[in-house]
């Protein structure tokens, strides 16, 4: 399994970034996948999950209404559409695959995203 995550980078409170993680090494269609971030000295957290489908997602009451997470399975590619973003938001961002195939995502979102196999991980940094 390889994940590798791209996009981060520096933005402005109020702005907009597009996270992108290319997966390969497991039938990606087949698994829900997910955000999660961390903060230094902080417990990783989930900012969203999305179904193997990409029509069912949920997401952290922190984040709601502000980001996005699709899927392009065509491509391997999961995404993280970040917008209206704050200062909170400044993390490391981490995509993340799911244990198993075709669960309902609830179960990864109430499981501890430690758990779950990640990628290296893209920054994102907001500040003005």
């Known amino acids: 399994v390889q994940l590798v995550e791209s996009g981060g980078g520096p933005v402005q409170p109020g702005g907009s970034r597009r996270l992108a993680c290319v997966a390969s090494?497991?039938?990606?269609?087949?698994?829900?996948m997910g955000w999660v971030r961390q903060t230094p000295g902080k417990e990783l957290e989930w900012v969203a999950v999305l179904s193997t489908g990409g029509n069912t997602a949920d997401y952290a009451d922190s984040v709601q209404g502000r980001f996005t997470i699709s899927r392009d399975n065509a491509k391997n590619t999961l995404y993280l559409e970040l917008n209206s973003v704050k200062s909170e938001d400044t993390a490391m961002y981490y995509c993340a695959k799911d244990s198993l195939p075709y669960r309902a995502i609830r179960q990864m979102f109430a499981a501890s995203p430690s758990g779950f196999e990640r990628g290296q991980g893209t920054q994102v940094t907001v500040s003005s």
């Open positions: 090494g497991f039938i990606f269609s087949s698994y829900d």
